[in-house]
């Protein structure tokens, strides 16, 4: 059995609980407590506030978590990172009121700065040099300018909406985040076994994200030309068909190359096209 701290609301349970579906260990929400097990999977979950995870698998009360890499760093416990997850996406930044003329970092010298993040802050202006006043709030972060507790915020930002809301912009962006699981350093074999096995089935979910089969007929002829077409794949499956001299060629893309792909096949002859969204890919 293994135990993996998920965040119990917020930002990134909704993704954390999809991912783990995806990965086959589906959790009933509606038999949700503070720890549920899983029923396909040795594996139960523990449902705790985003900035208790690093700290749960640091001490092993959990063996493994699903966090912000934000928090991670900013916590401070010594914790392995065995994953991106590629969800969860933003950015942490300084901000000014929009109006301030910003010149670099040393317009920082002597301001005051609110955040949540006072150790990731306090860390940067320490390697550049910066003497500021950070203040700590717990929420609220965008506020403090307009009513004069600060003049300068390091926040979360994603779309950025939040600062433009607020008269702030963006003028440092100081780090780069996104979910990542998190594992403790001392699990025994069992579980870094079972480790091992979530991690695999997370990368399968991840490398089948956005890639489409596809099927299409096509004259014999054509078969080293479709090849040169397809890139960087091995080697497509090719079939003979009941008529003579066509084959079908079965073949993964990723949707991003589709149509561009799809034009060039059939501009040397491919036809009835089919295309299959792909369910999972286990190499
Ligand atoms: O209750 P708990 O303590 O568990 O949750 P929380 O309120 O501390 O965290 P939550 O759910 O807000 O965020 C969890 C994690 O999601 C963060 O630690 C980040 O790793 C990640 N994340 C990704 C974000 C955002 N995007 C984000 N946009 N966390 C917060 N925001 C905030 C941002 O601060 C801003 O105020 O959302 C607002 C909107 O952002 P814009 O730029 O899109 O306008
Ligand atoms: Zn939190």
Not at 201 to 214: H, I, L, P, Q
Not at 219 to 244: F, V
Request: one cysteine or more.
């Amino acid at each position: 059995m293994i135990r993996l701290a998920i965040q119990a609301k917020g930002r990134l349970n909704e993704e954390s609980v999809a991912l783990l579906a995806e990965a086959g260990v589906a959790i009933e929400e509606s038999k949700r407590k503070l720890l549920t097990q899983s029923n396909d999977f040795p594996l139960e979950v523990l449902y705790l506030r985003d900035d208790d995870i690093p700290q749960a698998v640091a001490m092993g009360v959990a063996d493994v978590g699903i966090v912000g890499l934000n928090e991670v760093e900013e916590k401070g416990f010594d914790v392995d990172i065995a994953h991106k997850l590629g969800f969860g996406k933003c950015r942490i930044s300084l901000a000014v009121p929009k109006s301030e003329e910003y010149n670099g970092l040393s317009y920082f010298n002597g301001k005051r700065i609110a955040t949540s993040y006072p150790v990731i802050l306090s860390k940067f202006f320490k390697e550049n040099n910066i003497n500021a006043e950070i203040h700590e709030i717990a929420g609220s972060v965008e506020i403090a300018p307009s009513v004069g507790m600060a003049d300068a915020i390091f926040d979360i930002v994603s779309s950025g909406g939040t600062l433009v809301t607020n008269g702030l912009r963006e003028v440092e962006k100081v780090m780069f985040s996104e979910a990542v699981l998190i594992a403790n350093k001392n699990l025994n074999e069992e579980k870094q076994q079972l480790l091992s096995q979530l991690l695999f089935r997370f990368e399968s979910v991840e490398r089948s994200k956005g890639m489409k089969y596809v099927l299409m007929n096509l004259p014999h002829a054509k078969i080293e030309e479709a090849i040169a077409i397809l890139p960087g794949m091995k080697s497509p499956t090719i079939l003979p068909l009941a008529q003579e001299g066509w084959s079908s060629i079965h073949v993964v893309i990723n949707e991003r190359e589709l149509w561009g792909k799809i034009e060039a096949l059939k501009a040397i002859g491919a036809e009835d096209i089919l295309v299959l969204s792909l369910e999972k890919m286990i190499l």
